[in-house]
C-alpha cells in the first residue's frame, strides 16, 4: 500500500475528495426531488414532524470543526451504510405495500440507494488511503425494522430522508475539510490531525 | 413624593392629591402652570381621554400653604403591539443573529426579552451593544434538522405582546452582499468589461463553505438587467457590452448548497474602452 502521504496517494486523496463533493451535492438534489415525490405519494404533509427516528444516524454533531479527517470519514461511512440498509428497507416495503403500481417513488428510491452505494464505496476508497482502512461490515447485525403500522412507517421514511439530506449537505463540507491544508504544512492534510 | 404613572391614550385619569382630603383646597399645576379647577373634583384632578401631549409632571399643592404635597411625572403612551423580529446568519457556520422593533412607537418605555429553543435546549441570545435590539447566538451543532424556535417578548407598564419564529438552521443563511467590486474596461476590447469582488469579509470560511455568485448588468439607457450566475471564482468579464455605453453592474452571493442570495452590492459604473478620435486633418495638410 502506498504511504498515506506520498504524492501519488495525496493527488489520489484530492481526486476522490473533489468527486465526493460532486457526487455528494447530486445525491443532495437527487434526495430533495424525492422527498417531495416522498411526500405527496404517501399523502403526507411537507411541513410534518417527525421525531428522532430509532436506527438512523443523526447528520448534527457539536465541535464539527475540531474534527479529525479520520473521524470525518467514519462517522460518514457509518452513516451511509446505515443509510443503505434503511433505504434497501423502504424501497422492500414499498414494493410490498404496492407491488409494482407507484414506479415513480420505487424508481426514485432505487437511484437514491445506488447513489448512498455509491458514496460509501467513494468513502471506502478514502480510508484505503490511509494505513488502517475502512472498518468491516462483517458481522454487524442488521439494523432490526421494528413493527410499525402503515402510517408510521410513512412517517419513519419522512424522518430517513431528512436525515439523508442533511448528512449529503454535512458530507460535502466534511471532505472539502479534508482538502483544506493543515497548518504548518506546505502539501497534503494530514487527516489524524484537527484540520 | 414623586413617581411615574403610565396610562393608556384614551383612558380617564384621576389623580389624588396625596393624602390630603377630597374637600381640601388644592392647587393643581401641570409642568409648571396652574390647571384651571374645571378639571377638579374636590381635591382630585380629573383627565379625561388623555392624550400623548398630556405627558409631563403633575403637582399637587396645599391651598393657602403652598405646600407640595404629591408629585407624579404622567406618562401616556400605548401598550405594544406584536413586534416584528427577524433572525438570519450571515456566517455561518458560525452562528445566527436575531433583530427586532416595534411597528408602531409606544412613547414609553419598553424591555424585550428573547428566548432561543433548540429542541429541549434553551440557548442564550448575546445581546449586541450596537445596535441594541439585536442579540446573536453560536451554533453549538451543525447540520441538525430540529428546528430553532426564537420567542420575543416585548414589555412596557401598559401591556404585553410577543412574536414567535421557527426554522431550521440552513433556512435563515443568507450572506452579506459582496464586497470591494471593480468593474474595468478591457483595453482593446470595446465590448468587454472586467469585473471582479470579494467575499463578504462576515463570511468566515468561505473554502469549506464555498459561495455562489450572480451577477447583473445593464447599461444606464436600458432598464433589462442581463444576468450571469458563477459557481466559483470572484471575477467576470462581460464580453457583450454596447460599445461606448456607461454601465451599471451588481453582484449578490449565496452558499453554494444552502440558504438565500444576499441582497445586491453596491452598485458600480463602467464604460467600455473606446478608440481615441483620431485627430481630423484638413485637405491642405494631407496635400
Given at each position: 500500500?502506498?504511504a498515506?502521504?506520498?504524492?501519488?496517494?495525496?493527488?489520489?486523496?484530492?481526486?476522490?475528495?473533489?468527486?465526493?463533493?460532486?457526487?455528494?451535492?447530486?445525491?443532495?438534489?437527487?434526495?430533495?426531488?424525492?422527498?417531495?415525490?416522498?411526500?405527496?405519494?404517501?399523502?403526507?404533509?411537507?411541513?410534518?414532524?417527525?421525531?428522532?427516528?430509532?436506527?438512523?444516524?443523526?447528520?448534527?454533531?457539536?465541535?464539527?470543526?475540531?474534527?479529525?479527517g479520520?473521524?470525518?470519514?467514519?462517522?460518514?461511512?457509518?452513516?451511509?451504510?446505515?443509510?443503505?440498509?434503511?433505504?434497501?428497507?423502504?424501497?422492500?416495503?414499498?414494493?410490498?405495500?404496492?407491488?409494482?403500481?407507484?414506479?415513480?417513488?420505487?424508481?426514485?428510491?432505487?437511484?437514491?440507494?445506488?447513489?448512498?452505494?455509491?458514496?460509501?464505496?467513494?468513502?471506502?476508497?478514502?480510508?484505503?488511503?490511509?494505513?488502517?482502512?475502512?472498518?468491516?461490515?462483517?458481522?454487524?447485525?442488521?439494523p432490526?425494522?421494528?413493527?410499525?403500522?402503515?402510517?408510521?412507517?410513512?412517517?419513519?421514511?419522512?424522518?430517513?430522508?431528512?436525515?439523508?439530506?442533511?448528512?449529503?449537505v454535512?458530507?460535502?463540507?466534511?471532505?472539502?475539510?479534508?482538502?483544506?491544508?493543515?497548518?504548518?504544512?506546505?502539501?497534503?492534510?494530514?487527516?489524524a490531525?484537527?484540520? | 413624593?414623586?413617581?411615574?404613572?403610565?396610562?393608556?391614550?384614551?383612558?380617564?385619569?384621576?389623580?389624588?392629591?396625596?393624602?390630603m382630603?377630597?374637600?381640601?383646597?388644592?392647587?393643581?399645576?401641570?409642568?409648571?402652570?396652574?390647571?384651571?379647577?374645571?378639571?377638579?373634583?374636590?381635591?382630585?384632578?380629573?383627565?379625561?381621554?388623555?392624550?400623548?401631549?398630556?405627558?409631563?409632571?403633575?403637582?399637587?399643592y396645599e391651598?393657602?400653604?403652598?405646600?407640595?404635597?404629591?408629585?407624579?411625572?404622567?406618562?401616556?403612551?400605548?401598550?405594544?403591539?406584536?413586534?416584528?423580529?427577524?433572525?438570519r446568519?450571515?456566517?455561518y457556520?458560525?452562528?445566527?443573529?436575531?433583530?427586532?422593533?416595534?411597528?408602531t412607537?409606544?412613547?414609553?418605555?419598553?424591555?424585550?426579552?428573547?428566548?432561543?429553543?433548540?429542541?429541549?435546549?434553551?440557548?442564550?441570545?448575546?445581546?449586541?451593544i450596537?445596535?441594541?435590539?439585536?442579540c446573536?447566538?453560536?451554533?453549538?451543532?451543525?447540520?441538525?434538522?430540529?428546528?430553532?424556535?426564537?420567542?420575543?417578548?416585548?414589555?412596557?407598564?401598559?401591556?404585553?405582546?410577543?412574536?414567535?419564529?421557527?426554522?431550521?438552521?440552513?433556512?435563515?443563511?443568507?450572506?452579506?452582499?459582496?464586497?470591494?467590486?471593480?468593474?474595468?474596461?478591457v483595453?482593446?476590447?470595446?465590448?468587454?468589461?472586467?469585473?471582479?469582488?470579494?467575499?463578504?469579509?462576515?463570511?468566515?470560511?468561505?473554502?469549506?463553505?464555498?459561495?455562489?455568485?450572480?451577477?447583473?448588468?445593464?447599461?444606464?439607457?436600458?432598464?433589462?438587467?442581463?444576468?450571469?450566475?458563477?459557481?466559483?471564482g470572484?471575477?467576470?468579464?462581460?464580453?457583450?457590452?454596447?460599445?461606448?455605453?456607461?454601465?451599471?453592474?451588481?453582484?449578490?452571493?449565496?452558499?453554494?448548497?444552502?440558504?438565500?442570495?444576499?441582497?445586491?452590492?453596491?452598485?458600480?459604473?463602467?464604460?467600455?474602452?473606446?478608440?481615441?478620435?483620431?485627430?481630423?486633418?484638413?485637405?491642405?495638410?494631407?496635400?
Amino acid at each position: 500500500m502506498a504511504a498515506a502521504d506520498s504524492p501519488s496517494a495525496a493527488l489520489r486523496r484530492r481526486d476522490l475528495c473533489s468527486r465526493g463533493i460532486r457526487l455528494a451535492g447530486k445525491m443532495r438534489s437527487d434526495v430533495i426531488d424525492l422527498l417531495d415525490t416522498y411526500v405527496e405519494r404517501q399523502g403526507l404533509d411537507a411541513s410534518t414532524s417527525v421525531a428522532t427516528v430509532e436506527g438512523v444516524p443523526v447528520a448534527a454533531v457539536e465541535h464539527w470543526d475540531e474534527q479529525t479527517g479520520t473521524q470525518r470519514l467514519l462517522e460518514n461511512l457509518a452513516a451511509y451504510r446505515a443509510f443503505r440498509v434503511l433505504l434497501a428497507q423502504m424501497l422492500e416495503e414499498h414494493r410490498e405495500q404496492l407491488g409494482e403500481a407507484d414506479t415513480t417513488l420505487g424508481r426514485a428510491l432505487a437511484a437514491v440507494l445506488l447513489q448512498v452505494s455509491a458514496f460509501a464505496y467513494h468513502l471506502e476508497e478514502l480510508l484505503r488511503l490511509e494505513s488502517r482502512g475502512p472498518p468491516s461490515e462483517e458481522g454487524a447485525d442488521p439494523p432490526s425494522v421494528p413493527h410499525l403500522g402503515l402510517f408510521e412507517r410513512k412517517l419513519r421514511g419522512l424522518g430517513v430522508l431528512r436525515e439523508l439530506a442533511q448528512w449529503a449537505v454535512r458530507s460535502s463540507r466534511d471532505l472539502r475539510q479534508l482538502t483544506k491544508p493543515s497548518p504548518g504544512s506546505s502539501s497534503a492534510p494530514s487527516w489524524a490531525e484537527s484540520p | 413624593d414623586s413617581h411615574i404613572q403610565y396610562e393608556r391614550v384614551g383612558a380617564d385619569v384621576t389623580m389624588k392629591c396625596g393624602s390630603m382630603d377630597w374637600d381640601s383646597a388644592v392647587t393643581w399645576t401641570a409642568n409648571g402652570t396652574d390647571i384651571d379647577e374645571s378639571h377638579l373634583n374636590g381635591s382630585y384632578l380629573i383627565l379625561k381621554n388623555v392624550d400623548l401631549t398630556q405627558s409631563g409632571q403633575y403637582s399637587c399643592y396645599e391651598g393657602s400653604s403652598w405646600h407640595l404635597k404629591y408629585q407624579t411625572y404622567l406618562r401616556v403612551g400605548i401598550p405594544p403591539k406584536e413586534p416584528v423580529l427577524m433572525c438570519r446568519s450571515n456566517n455561518y457556520p458560525k452562528g445566527f443573529y436575531c433583530s427586532w422593533h416595534l411597528p408602531t412607537p409606544t412613547y414609553i418605555p419598553n424591555s424585550f426579552n428573547i428566548s432561543v429553543i433548540h429542541g429541549t435546549k434553551e440557548m442564550v441570545c448575546e445581546k449586541d451593544i450596537y445596535p441594541k435590539n439585536r442579540c446573536h447566538i453560536r451554533y453549538l451543532q451543525l447540520f441538525s434538522t430540529v428546528k430553532y424556535k426564537v420567542t420575543l417578548t416585548v414589555t412596557n407598564a401598559l401591556g404585553k405582546n410577543s412574536t414567535t419564529l421557527t426554522f431550521d438552521e440552513v433556512a435563515i443563511v443568507k450572506p452579506d452582499p459582496p464586497e470591494s467590486v471593480v468593474a474595468k474596461p478591457v483595453p482593446n476590447n470595446p465590448r468587454r468589461l472586467e469585473v471582479s469582488w470579494q467575499n463578504p469579509s462576515s463570511w468566515p470560511d468561505p473554502e469549506s463553505f464555498p459561495l455562489k455568485f450572480f451577477l447583473r448588468y445593464r447599461p444606464l439607457i436600458l432598464d433589462q438587467w442581463q444576468h450571469v450566475e458563477l459557481s466559483d471564482g470572484t471575477s467576470h468579464t462581460i464580453t457583450d457590452a454596447y460599445a461606448g455605453k456607461e454601465y451599471i453592474i451588481q453582484v449578490a452571493a449565496k452558499d453554494n448548497d444552502i440558504g438565500t442570495w444576499s441582497d445586491w452590492s453596491v452598485a458600480v459604473h463602467a464604460t467600455p474602452w473606446t478608440e481615441e478620435p483620431k485627430h481630423l486633418t484638413t485637405e491642405a495638410q494631407i496635400t
